[in-house]
């Protein structure tokens, strides 16, 4: 299992070569140390947790098969690498933003974009299923969730939220968005996971679990309106950011008891 986790690390600094390359161009101009060094540390967490939950949580038959857990592994790196690109469509990406344009608002918010896909993905492939269409589907439904609740929460802020991260750098704004898109990954990746029975009750099940991630549009649309009287401080944001993710979590932990 070492080898897999080092091949699986391996393809990730493939995928991550562009970062590296713009994080030595930013060094040498004596960019801000932490962009470059949590922008490279992200990918290889999100490898690292993808690989515990795989070896741990999946169907037997993946969990046994060192090549069925190097597949699906390689399979989730490429998923989450591919939503980032998508985030670029809501006007965040981390090549732009964060790496040549030393943004650390953008930091914050394109880590919880790939941290909350990477629970979307890992949520996926936990229990018992068919196989990689099972998978994928669940994958789909949970990722695609999440960006479209990112999607409505930039809409109710009339794009509030993507001016203050990339052209006012707030970075109070940046922490946030990230706990947002986090907190929504937990809450869906969960709402797809467990033993694969058919896909009407996928769905069934998805709903009845993850409404409550609808809830979060409120706060969002609150704290982001673009007419506040006064703008929330880092230190609220992150009491705030504190609040959701462990409100997400304690939602999936309660509904694990159950």
């Not at 947002?180 to 996928?202: E, H, K, P, Q, R």
């Not at 706060?219 to 993710?245: D, M, Q, T």
Request: net charge neutral; proline share 4%.
């Amino acid at each position: 299992m070492a080898i897999i986790l080092v091949w699986l690390l391996f393809l990730t600094a493939i995928l991550s070569w562009p970062r590296y390359a713009s994080s030595a161009q930013l060094t040498r101009r004596a960019a801000p140390a932490e962009i470059g060094w949590v922008t490279l540390l992200i990918p290889f967490l999100c490898t690292i947790f993808l690989f515990a939950v795989l070896r741990r949580y999946a169907a037997s038959d993946v969990r046994n098969d060192e090549q069925m857990i190097l597949f699906y592994s390689g399979l989730g790196i490429v998923w989450v690498y591919a939503c980032e690109f998508v985030s670029r469509f809501m006007g965040i990406s981390v090549i732009l933003d964060v790496v040549e344009r030393k943004n650390p608002a953008a930091l914050w918010a394109t880590t919880g974009c790939m941290t909350g896909t990477t629970c979307c993905y890992a949520g996926a492939n936990i229990g018992n299923g068919p196989g990689v269409a099972a998978v994928l589907f669940c994958a789909v439904l949970s990722t695609g969730t999440l960006f479209l609740l990112w999607f409505i929460i930039e809409s109710a802020c009339a794009g509030r939220l993507h001016d203050s991260i990339t052209v006012e750098r707030d970075i109070a704004t940046g922490v946030r968005l990230g706990a947002y898109l986090l907190s929504l990954g937990i809450i869906l990746g969960a709402a797809v996971a467990g033993d694969w029975v058919s896909l009407s009750a996928t769905i069934t099940g998805f709903v009845g679990y993850s409404w409550p991630s609808i809830y979060l549009i409120v706060p969002a649309a609150i704290f982001e309106r673009p007419k506040r009287s006064a703008p929330v401080e880092l230190p609220g944001s992150l009491l705030f950011a504190g609040i959701c993710l462990a409100s997400a979590a304690g939602y999936v932990a309660y509904r694990g008891l159950q």
